[in-house]
């Protein structure tokens, strides 16, 4: 394949000199693009971006997960304490013993739906109360978020909310 000099097309003035260059240019280019090596690299860089964006896909998926179960462990916390209140409104005068499986088996239930092995509920009595007539809790929420991934240096994270419910005694 011939490419005319530069030279040329600047000396030229005839606009059909021209075309002919960039016409020239133009079979260059679409020999070079028909070409097995650059077919190649054109395969591993579409392979390559599209490995890095379902990655990226993951990622965005994972941290989503991760927020909802932290807006689930805040919400049962919330949830705990309205719970707590309303059975000893209701002269049920609930024990730590007690509250504890309620508030579980509300954790695992739908809307919130968190999973039954990676949560922990934890209720301790906090005596004496700060506040008169009135017993105080302590309520610790721990869950173990899930890895989507896998394989990433982020293994292991867990939610720990801590939240105290107070009832009249």
């Known amino acids: 394949v011939t490419i005319l000099p530069l030279l040329f097309v600047a000396t030229t ?7 002919m260059f960039l016409g020239q ?13 650059v077919r190649n690299h054109t395969l591993l860089i579409n392979a390559t971006a599209q490995a890095f964006c379902i990655a990226l896909m993951m990622g965005v998926v994972e941290v ?6 932290y807006s689930a462990v805040r919400s049962v916390a919330t949830d705990a304490s309205r719970f707590a209140a309303v059975e000893y409104q209701k002269n049920n005068q ?3 013993g007690t509250l504890e499986p309620n508030i579980h088996a509300m954790a695992i239930a739908s809307p919130y739906n968190l999973n039954d092995d990676r949560l922990t509920v934890n209720v301790d009595e906090v005596s ?3 506040i008169n ?6 309520l610790t929420l721990t ?20 939240r105290q419910l107070f009832v009249l005694a």
């Open 25 to 37: 240019i133009s079979t260059i280019q679409t020999q070079l693009a028909n070409t097995p090596a």
């Open 143 to 162: 869950y173990a978020l899930p890895d989507i991934v896998g394989g990433t240096s982020i293994d292991n994270i867990s939610i720990e909310y801590t």
């Open 128 to 130: 004496p109360s700060p």
């Open 94 to 96: 609930i024990s730590e």
């Open 133 to 138: 007539r009135a017993r105080q809790f302590s």
């Open 13 to 19: 003035t005839s606009t059909a000199a021209v075309q």
């Open 64 to 69: 989503g997960v991760y927020m909802q179960n």
